[in-house]
C-alpha cells in the first residue's frame, strides 16, 4: 500500500453490476440489475484482481447495445464490460504477482479472475492517485496522445477546435495541442464550463454550443478555418464544422455522443463534397488499436504531468451501487472531470 | 512536328467556347456560346499555344458552378476553363520556346496567350501520342498514381473497389491496384463495361450499379470488407460501401459526380458512426494540390506503359463545336475513355 492507493477492503462477496435489458440508446440505470456472487476461483495462469476505481466510459453505450461495434456485444445477464483499476490480491500466474497493480477489462464488480489478456497496463507501485491510471494514464490521456501524434499533426498556429472540451478525453486534447502551439477553440455545453476551459484549462475561446448562432461562433474563432477538429459527438455540430474546415484540415472522430439512436438510422446533409473539396482527412479512433503504444505514451502523459501541463478532474461516486445510474450522469453532462467509481 | 503529333492548320481566328449562363447542375451544351475572337498577341514572358486536344474533364462542372469549390467559379462570358496540350507557336518567354509542347489551364479555344503559371507539364518532344499528355500522363494518370501513392497503401491480397472503374481515372486506379498485388472490383453503369473491365483492364469482379442488390454484390465482392474504395460518384452507392468497409479501410474522395446538384444540399444517411467503429480514414484528393509530384509520377507511368502494364482508351470528338455538348457526354457515360476535343 502507498500514499496513492486509499485503504480498501476485501469484501466476502464480489458485488456486479449486470446488464438486464438492451438498453435504448443511452443505458439507464433501469438496464442494470444488481447481483451478489461468491469470489471467483482462479484457474493457472490467472490472477484476482479486487477492483478499486471503476471506470465510467461514453463507450460503454456501445458495448451494451446490439448495434454492430468494434467490440461484440454485452450479453444480457452478463456482468457490465468496463474498464477498471485494481489490486491483485492473489495470482497464479507469476507474471502478475499479488500486491501490483492492473488497469484492464474487469467489469463493474468487486472482483474479477483475469488472465494477462484482460489487461492493459500494469505497475509494480503507482507514481500518481491510483484512480489516475483510469483516466489521465488511462483511456482518457491514452486517447488524446495517441490520436493527436498520429492524425492531429498540430502545427504552431493552427486552429484546433475540441468537442466536449471539458470532458475527459476533450480537457487533454486542447492542452495537449495549446503545448504543440495550436489556437484551442473548445465546445461544451454550458456557460460555467466555458468560464472553467478559459480560465482553468487555459483554452484561447470557448462556446457554448447551446446557442442559437453557433457557426457564427465558431466561424469567428476560426476566421481561417479548423486545421483540427477533434470529435467526440457527430451529429448536427460536425456538419457546421466540415463546413468550416480549412483546407488540408483534419478530422478525428472518437465518439458519435450527440446520436441518441442509431436505429432508425439517422439523416444529415451529404458531406462528400466537403471532403473532397477542403482536401480533408478524416480518420476515426479507437485507442484499443494501439495498445503497443500504451507504454510510450503513458511517459509522455507522465512528463508533461511533473511539469505541470496537464490539468485534470475526477468525479468519483463513493458507493458501488451508483454504477447502474453513472452513463446517465454521464450523457447528462453533469459531471464534472472524468467519473469513476469507488468500490473500496 | 515528330509521328506523334498529328498535323495540324493555324487558323487566322481563334474560335472560343464562353460560359454563357450558370449551369443548373451538369453544364448543358445551351450552357455555352461560341464565339470567334481574334488570336491573342502575347506580351513580354508570354507564349502563344495552338491547343490541339481540348481536355473534357467531370471537374469542369464544379468550375462552371457558383457554389464554393477548391477553385473560383468562372465567370459568365468567359472562356470554359479546360485543360488542353498544344504547341507553342512564337513565344516571349525563353523557358517556353516555339516548337515545345505544353499541358495546362489553355481553355476550350484554338489560341491562348500563356504565362509559366498556366502550365502544368511541359516537354520538348512527346514520347507517345500528344493527346496522351492530356490524360494518360494528365490529370487521369496523376490522380491515380498520385492519390494511391499518397492514400491508397495497398497492400498484396487487399480488395480494392473502384467507382467509376471504366472512366479514365478510375480504370488506371484499377491497373495500378492490380499490380500492386490487390483484388480489384469495379463498378460501372453497363453489362457491356462490366465485360470489358474483366476482359480488357483484367479486374477481378465487375458490378454495374444499376442493379437492384447492388449492396449483396458488393458484400459478395467483398467478403471480407473493402480495404479501399476509390470513389468518384459519391451518393448512395458511397454509403453502402462505408457499410462494407473493413476496419482500418481507406477512402479517397475524387468526384462526387453521381450527385446531379448540391443546391438545396441532398440528405443521407449519418456515416460518423461508420468512420468511427470501422476506423476509416476518409481522404479528399485534388491532384492539383501535387504540383511538385507531377515529373516523377509521369515517369512512374511512363514505365509502366513502356511495360505494357497500363490499357488506356481515348475518346477523340473531331470537331471543335462539339466541346460545348462534351460535359453532356461525359456525364451521360456514353464515352468510351478519356474524352478529349481534336481541334487541329
Same mark, same amino acid.
Given at each position: 500500500?502507498?500514499?496513492?492507493?486509499?485503504?480498501?477492503?476485501?469484501?466476502?462477496?464480489?458485488?456486479?453490476?449486470?446488464?438486464?435489458?438492451?438498453?435504448?440508446?443511452?443505458?439507464?440505470?433501469?438496464?442494470?440489475?444488481?447481483?451478489?456472487?461468491?469470489?471467483?476461483?482462479i484457474?493457472?495462469?490467472?490472477?484476482?484482481?479486487?477492483?478499486?476505481?471503476?471506470?465510467?466510459?461514453?463507450?460503454?453505450?456501445?458495448w451494451?447495445?446490439?448495434?454492430?461495434?468494434?467490440?461484440t456485444?454485452?450479453?444480457?445477464?452478463?456482468?457490465?464490460? *468496463?474498464? $477498471? #483499476? /485494481?489490486?491483485? =490480491?492473489?495470482?497464479?500466474?507469476? &507474471?502478475?504477482? @499479488?500486491?501490483?497493480?492492473?488497469?484492464?477489462?474487469?467489469g463493474?464488480?468487486?472482483y474479477?479472475?483475469?488472465?494477462?489478456?484482460?489487461?492493459?497496463?500494469?505497475?509494480?507501485?503507482?507514481?500518481?492517485?491510483?484512480?489516475?491510471?483510469?483516466?489521465?494514464?488511462?483511456?482518457?490521456?491514452?486517447?488524446?496522445?495517441?490520436?493527436?501524434?498520429?492524425?492531429?499533426?498540430?502545427a504552431?498556429?493552427?486552429?484546433?477546435?475540441?468537442?466536449?472540451? *471539458?470532458? $475527459? #478525453? /476533450?480537457?487533454? =486534447?486542447?492542452?495537449?495541442?495549446? &503545448?504543440?502551439? @495550436?489556437?484551442?477553440?473548445?465546445?461544451?455545453g454550458?456557460?460555467?464550463?466555458?468560464?472553467?476551459?478559459?480560465?482553468?484549462?487555459?483554452?484561447?475561446?470557448?462556446?457554448?454550443?447551446?446557442v442559437?448562432?453557433?457557426?457564427?461562433?465558431?466561424a469567428?474563432?476560426?476566421?481561417?478555418?479548423?486545421n483540427l477538429?477533434?470529435?467526440?459527438?457527430?451529429?448536427?455540430?460536425?456538419?457546421?464544422?466540415?463546413?468550416?474546415?480549412?483546407?488540408?484540415?483534419?478530422?478525428?472522430?472518437?465518439?458519435?455522443?450527440?446520436?441518441?439512436s442509431?436505429?432508425?438510422?439517422?439523416?444529415?446533409?451529404?458531406?462528400?463534397?466537403?471532403?473532397?473539396?477542403?482536401?480533408?482527412?478524416?480518420?476515426?479512433f479507437?485507442?484499443?488499436?494501439?495498445?503497443?503504444?500504451f507504454?510510450?505514451?503513458?511517459?509522455?502523459l507522465?512528463h508533461?504531468?511533473?511539469?505541470?501541463?496537464?490539468?485534470?478532474?475526477?468525479?468519483?461516486?463513493?458507493d458501488?451501487?451508483?454504477?447502474?445510474?453513472?452513463?446517465?450522469?454521464?450523457y447528462?453532462?453533469?459531471?464534472?472531470?472524468?467519473?469513476?467509481?469507488?468500490?473500496?
Amino acid at each position: 500500500m502507498t500514499a496513492f492507493v486509499p485503504t480498501y477492503d476485501l469484501p466476502s462477496v464480489n458485488r456486479q453490476i449486470l446488464l438486464g435489458r438492451r438498453p435504448d440508446g443511452i443505458p439507464l440505470e433501469a438496464d442494470f440489475m444488481r447481483r451478489e456472487a461468491s469470489i471467483p476461483e482462479i484457474a493457472h495462469g490467472q490472477f484476482l484482481v479486487r477492483n478499486l476505481y471503476l471506470s465510467v466510459d461514453p463507450a460503454q453505450r456501445g458495448w451494451a447495445s446490439d448495434v454492430s461495434n468494434y467490440s461484440t456485444a454485452v450479453q444480457i445477464g452478463d456482468v457490465m464490460r *468496463a474498464l $477498471a #483499476v /485494481g489490486a491483485i =490480491v492473489d495470482s497464479k500466474n507469476p &507474471a502478475f504477482p @499479488a500486491g501490483a497493480y492492473v488497469y484492464g477489462w474487469f467489469g463493474w464488480q468487486d472482483y474479477a479472475a483475469a488472465s494477462a489478456n484482460d489487461v492493459l497496463t500494469a505497475f509494480a507501485a503507482p507514481v500518481a492517485p491510483l484512480s489516475a491510471y483510469a483516466g489521465l494514464f488511462g483511456i482518457n490521456g491514452l486517447t488524446a496522445d495517441i490520436s493527436l501524434s498520429r492524425y492531429g499533426h498540430v502545427a504552431p498556429g493552427d486552429t484546433v477546435l475540441v468537442s466536449t472540451a *471539458a470532458g $475527459a #478525453v /476533450g480537457s487533454l =486534447v486542447c492542452q495537449l495541442a495549446k &503545448a504543440a502551439g @495550436a489556437y484551442v477553440v473548445g465546445l461544451t455545453g454550458s456557460d460555467a464550463k466555458c468560464r472553467k476551459l478559459l480560465d482553468v484549462y487555459g483554452l484561447d475561446r470557448a462556446l457554448n454550443y447551446h446557442v442559437p448562432d453557433l457557426d457564427e461562433g465558431i466561424a469567428a474563432a476560426a476566421p481561417e478555418g479548423v486545421n483540427l477538429f477533434f470529435d467526440s459527438t457527430g451529429g448536427p455540430v460536425l456538419d457546421m464544422v466540415l463546413r468550416r474546415m480549412a483546407v488540408a484540415g483534419r478530422l478525428i472522430q472518437c465518439g458519435t455522443a450527440s446520436i441518441a439512436s442509431w436505429s432508425p438510422l439517422p439523416l444529415g446533409p451529404r458531406n462528400e463534397r466537403e471532403i473532397l473539396t477542403r482536401r480533408l482527412s478524416w480518420n476515426g479512433f479507437v485507442v484499443f488499436d494501439h495498445l503497443s503504444e500504451f507504454n510510450a505514451a503513458i511517459s509522455r502523459l507522465q512528463h508533461r504531468m511533473a511539469a505541470g501541463q496537464l490539468h485534470f478532474e475526477e468525479h468519483i461516486l463513493q458507493d458501488f451501487g451508483q454504477s447502474a445510474g453513472a452513463l446517465e450522469l454521464l450523457y447528462s453532462g453533469r459531471n464534472e472531470g472524468k467519473l469513476l467509481v469507488w468500490t473500496g
